[in-house]
């Protein structure tokens, strides 16, 4: 079945970088576009970034952009989400999802925390 | 950009049916797909509803979805409650590069 499994999150300083990668396993990896949702603490749901199956088109939300890179890496089964100049609003816990029919989720992995604090 | 409006929270006893609406605020709700995703405290999103009105495997089929292009709006309605189905709801939908989701809402079955 399909498996996503989140890492490299923790507490990181504002201003600072950190690098999520997200491993898939169970489904076709390269047939999908992928996505990563953010949500903060006691708070909704909020679409962070989307690429395309092949990795060449990428698109973010207007609160992360310029600052968080989406990429993939098909021959490793996983997506990253590099982000750069964080800040408090951006601690949250961070979900990969893969892609569904046009630009829906269908499958998500359990997420993991970044907390962004001096 | 457009926005998805979804009623904070609802209150309903077990056996009993909801419905859950999702309104858009520009664009045609049956141009782009409208998913649901149920989430329980402490856990990640699960999909419920999957293009406007189709089931994943292992959803039971008291979870059923719509879209009414007259509000605007998609909803999902949830028939024979029981205690498992209390959780928060959000709807998602999307446009030319970007990707939408409701605010959520809290159902309590009570």
């Known amino acids: 079945q399909v498996q996503l499994v989140e890492s490299g999150g923790g507490v990181v300083q504002p201003g600072r970088s950190l690098r999520l990668s997200c491993a898939a396993s169970?489904?076709?990896?390269?047939?999908?576009?992928m996505h990563w949702v953010r949500q903060a603490p006691g708070k909704g749901l909020e679409w962070v970034a989307i690429i395309s199956f092949e990795g060449s088109n990428e698109y973010y939300a207007d609160s992360v952009k310029g600052r968080f890179t989406i990429s993939r890496d098909n021959s490793k089964n996983t997506v990253y989400l590099q982000m750069n100049s964080l800040r408090a609003e951006d601690t949250a816990v961070y979900y990969c999802?893969?892609?569904?029919?046009?630009?829906?989720?269908?499958?998500w992995g359990q997420g993991t925390l970044v907390t962004v604090s001096s | 950009n457009f926005m998805l409006t979804q009623p904070h929270s609802v209150s309903e006893s077990p056996g009993k049916t909801v419905t859950f609406s999702c309104t858009r605020s520009s664009g045609n709700i049956a141009s782009n797909y409208v998913q649901w995703y149920q989430q329980r405290p402490g856990s990640a999103p699960t999909t419920v509803i999957y293009d406007d009105n189709r089931r994943p495997s292992g959803v039971p089929d008291r979870f059923s979805g719509s879209i009414d292009t007259s509000s605007n709006s998609a909803s999902l309605t949830i028939s024979g409650l029981k205690t498992e189905d209390e959780a928060d709801y959000y709807c998602?939908?999307?446009?030319?590069?970007?990707?939408?989701f409701g605010g959520g809402t809290k159902l309590t079955v009570l």
């Open positions: 999802a893969k892609g569904g029919t046009g630009w829906t989720n269908d499958d």
């Open positions: 169970g489904f076709t990896f390269s047939s999908y576009r």
């Open positions: 998602q939908s999307y446009d030319t590069s970007t990707v939408v």
